[in-house]
């Protein structure tokens, strides 16, 4: 069962780009790995990425597939990391 909660995803898309350059206006932006063609994955597996970083992520040409996975990763735990501090896991 694929876990969807719009509360998470709003409370990703409330926090600053967890990648490197700490801009709001954030996307929640679902892991690659692991999803069906027009499938997304869990809700839970999403990252706060300003729209650059999202882009950069998901087809950037400076990084192997492999890197960019390896990216989307650690946005995932840092973006869960954020919200867990700020006492937002328990979001529904």
Not at 41 to 69: F, Q, W, Y
């Amino acid at each position: 069962m694929i876990y969807r909660s719009p509360k998470w995803l709003k409370a990703v898309r409330e926090i600053e780009c967890c990648v490197l350059c700490g801009a709001y206006g954030v996307q929640a932006a679902h892991r690659n790995e692991g999803k069906g063609t027009g499938l997304k994955v869990d809700d839970s597996l999403t990252a706060a990425l300003c729209p650059e970083c999202h882009s950069r992520i998901d087809n950037g040409k400076d990084m192997s597939r492999d890197e960019r996975r390896h990216e989307m990763d650690r946005a995932i735990v840092l973006t869960l990391q954020k919200l867990s501090r700020e006492g937002r896991l328990t979001v529904q």
